[in-house]
Nanobody
Framework: QVQLVESGGGLVQAGDSLRLSCAASGRAFSTYAMGWFRQAPGKEREFVAGISWSDAYTYYADSVKGRFTVSRDIAKNTVSLQMSSLKSEDTAVYYC????????????????????WGQGTQVTVSS
């Protein structure tokens, strides 16, 4: 089992920055990748960014490329999402997810490829 706890969400204005963090515990040693997804009201949960655990390869959705940066700290078992130049369309519940090392291929962008999920943290961007 892997437990994921997100933090850092909140209400910001358009153009502001915000940093989300996700603390992982449990079988973190078998992690292949960590991902960030988001879900806006009435919409499907969508991939935002991902990072491979051992090599720190990163991958981003086109909608956030150049504005968001994902990073990980192996010693602390944490993954972060630095969000800049936020837009109203970034408003959503953001979820951290973990993909275990089960013959995965990079990049891991599909919801079904992630094995564990956090409870989510709300990000609201006012225009």
């Amino acid at each position: 089992q892997v437990q994921l706890v997100e933090s850092g969400g909140g209400l910001v204005q358009a153009g502001d920055s915000l940093r989300l963090s996700c603390a992982a515990s449990g079988r973190a040693f078998s992690t292949y990748a960590m991902g960030w997804f988001r879900q806006a009201p009435g919409k499907e949960r969508e991939f935002v960014a991902g990072i491979s655990w051992s090599d720190a390869y990163t991958y981003y959705a086109d909608s956030v490329k150049g504005r968001f940066t994902v990073s990980r700290d192996i010693a602390k078992n944490t993954v972060s999402l630095q969000m800049s130049s936020l837009k109203s369309e970034d408003t959503a519940v953001y979820y951290c997810a973990c993909a275990l090392n089960l013959n995965r291929r990079w990049p891991v962008t599909l919801k079904g490829s992630y094995d564990y999920w956090g409870q989510g943290t709300q990000v609201t961007v006012s225009s």
